[in-house]
């Protein structure tokens, strides 16, 4: 893309800085709330300066309780607010889950629409980062078990700035995983263009011999797997899903459709991710078309490692290119 007016290179995490600025001056109900987002501006500090910019009422640094975080923006959503909330770690969600399974997810039916939730729940997610317990995982699928619920992760810093700006004039409720690995990664972001709908998959490297689906971080390792691919002569296309669910499923089916083989990548451990939803359907989809199995690379059943084990859990380009090669060799 090239450098204008309105094009700025940017790391993903000051993308989202970036667009949750845009919200709060576009908006007077967006409200951002959440565990040191104010003074401190994040522990990744996505959030820095906008205490300071907007003030302690619309950038509100609450204690620590993720149930009542998420049991406050409920409340706010329902006296007409958007609330913006962060968990400040994956691993931290949890006692916020009941409150976003039984309440956020499930109000609108209850209500038979007349209740809308606008509250995007913002969760930084993932490995890779060397750090301790509880603070890499990638709860993804939970979420996306439960009707009601928008889930998506972007895999780079314009899809970050677009995808947030999306999330928060929804008014259904959005989890918007953030692939903490990549907040530092760079990319240019027009602020004038939006990429496309929220929920819609993107072809981000064409090819003709098998399809590489995948979300959030794991879309950078593809684009590796490639690259690495090509140098032997193999030509795989790489699909950024963006969204966990709804799934763009058309998206796939026309590149598998193309390309007869799929893989699917994801952080999360394999055992009842979302790559065996994605594996179902399109095997469903696709029957007469494909020439191997829909194959998958993740997690392993387990909890999530040590840091110093942590590579040997992750997906990695050598994982990754060994099922690339089972699945051509069918």
Known sequence: MAQNATSKNLPLAKAINESLRTALESDPKVLIMGEDVGKLGGVFRVTDGLQKDFGESRVVDTPLAESGIVGSAIGLAL??????????????????????VTQLAKMHARSLGKVKLPIVVRIPYGGGIGAVEHHSESPESLFAHVAGLKIVSPSNA??????MQQAIQSDDPVIFFEPKRRYWDKADVNTEAIPGPLHKARVVREGTDLTLAAYG???????????????????????????VSPLDFDAIQTS??????????????VFFGSGAEIAARITE????HLEAPVLRVGGYHAPYPPARLEEEYLPSLDRVLDAVDRALAY
């Open 256 to 269: 598998v459709e193309k390309t007869r083989r799929l893989v699917v990548v994801h952080e999360a451990p």
């Open 217 to 243: 971080p794991m879309v950078k390792l593809c684009q590796e797997v490639a690259d690495a691919a090509a140098e032997e002569g193999k030509s795989l296309e790489v699909l950024d899903l963006r969204s």
């Open 79 to 100: 006296r007409g607010y958007r609330p913006v909330v962060e968990i400040q770690f994956d691993g931290f969600v949890f006692p916020a889950y009941d409150q976003i």
């Open 158 to 163: 314009s899809d970050a700035y677009w995808m």
């Open 285 to 288: 989809r696709c029957f007469y």
